[in-house]
Every structure is written in C-alpha cells, then in structure tokens.
T-cell receptor, first 116, second 114 residues
C-alpha cells in the first residue's frame, strides 16, 4: 500500500488567497484525521471523519477553515482566506476502527504551508 | 489548556546509553497512550503504546512505563542508536463511540550522539 498520500507537499501563497490541501487515506480505512503542527502548539487535531462523516470539528480554528470528505478515498482541507498565522505543516492521518483492533493512526508526509 | 505535556523540548544522549523521554497528562479519562516518532519531512509513525490497565509495555529496545497515580508516562530507549534521532510525540486517547481521538504533546527532539 502507498500509505496516506497528501498533496501538495509544499504550498506557498499570499495572504488572502484560498488554499486547498488534499488527502488520500489508506484504502479500507474508515477514519480520517486532519492535524496541524506548529512550533508553539505541536500537533493539534483539527477535525476527524468516520465513514466520511465529520465527527468532531472543534479543533478547526476559525470559519476560514473547512474540510470535506466526499468519498472514502479523498478529503480536502480548505483555508479561505489564508493568513500568515496559518503557516504550518498540515498532516492527514487515517485509521481503521474495528471491534478488536486498536485503531492506530497512519500519517501522511504532510503539507508545508507558507502564507506570505 | 494542554492536556498532554512534554516539558523537555530536546534531549541529547550518547550512543549506547539509555534515552528517557517523559510525558505528563492531566485528563484522568485517558485510557490509552502512544508514542510516535517523527523524522524531518515525514509524518509521525507509530512506535509503541500502552493501555491504562498496564504499567509497562516492552518492544525490543523500546519500553513505555505508565504511572497512573502520577499521570506520567515515559519512553525508555536502550541502547540508544544514532538512527533514533527524531522528534518523539507522546499521545493519549479516550475511548469514544466512533473513533479514538489522539491528543498529542508538543514533542521532544532526541539527538543520539555517535
């Protein structure tokens, strides 16, 4: 399996522009997580989906952030409009929730976002 | 309010010696704890975990200890190797209905010196 795939790997944009980050989870996984990593706050959970349904978006910092999961193999995280303080590494992770298995999360390589 | 804290941002250890990474938590509802390792330009990868019903879990060179009364866990790596140099994140979770949410600490940069 290719693992969790994220694109782009790097994104540089100007303040006010719309940014869309993409994620393809591991095939067969039914939970998907978006995280943000900053030096100050470490890894923060933004939102997670279970069976394509958003379960908890309490970590989404503002209305400028939105996430969708139209199907089991694709999710997007959108920032509109972007601000310099959004600069961070954004990780997507997926897991398989089952009755007998602990659902270890597998992370993608991340997207490094720089907002100028 | 940080529910999972890693108070040491960095740690340097000589190759062959023991590395001890510490983590404290505040939420007594956490029932599962994990350690992830992260190399530069890569996503975190799962290393080892422990359930709250245990106080020790060992996997090769890696051992995690859990002290529930102190709300403290630690990761021991022995012997440390240069390839262990990475950022180590402690994470904790609470059993929930749909999926386990992980709350991460801020990470500790481990450097193993040859």
């Amino acid at each position: 399996d290719a693992g969790v795939i994220q694109s782009p790997r790097h994104e540089v944009t100007e303040m006010g522009q719309e940014v869309t980050l993409r994620c393809k989870p591991i095939s067969g996984h039914n939970s998907l997580f978006w995280y943000r990593q900053t030096m100050m706050r470490g890894l923060e959970l933004l939102i997670y989906f279970n069976n394509n349904v958003p379960i908890d978006d309490s970590g989404m910092p503002e209305d400028r952030f939105s996430a969708k999961m139209p199907n089991a193999s694709f999710s997007t995280l959108k920032i509109q409009p972007s601000e310099p303080r959004d600069s961070a590494v954004y990780f997507c992770a997926s897991s398989l929730k089952g009755p007998s298995s602990y659902n270890e999360q597998f992370f993608g390589p991340g997207t490094r976002l720089t907002v100028l | 309010d940080q529910q999972v804290k890693q108070n040491s941002p960095s740690l340097s250890v000589q190759e062959g010696r023991i590395s001890i990474l510490n983590c404290d938590y505040t939420n007594s509802m956490f029932d599962y704890f994990l350690w992830y390792k992260k190399y530069p330009a890569e996503g975190p990868t799962f290393l080892i975990s422990i359930s709250s019903i245990k106080d020790k879990n060992e996997d090769g060179r890696f051992t995690v200890f859990l002290n529930k009364s102190a709300k403290h866990l630690s990761l021991h790596i022995v012997p440390s190797q240069p390839g262990d140099s990475a950022v180590y994140f402690c994470a904790a979770s609470v059993t929930s209905g749909s999926a386990r949410q992980l709350t991460f600490g801020s990470g500790t940069q481990l450097t193993v010196l040859p």
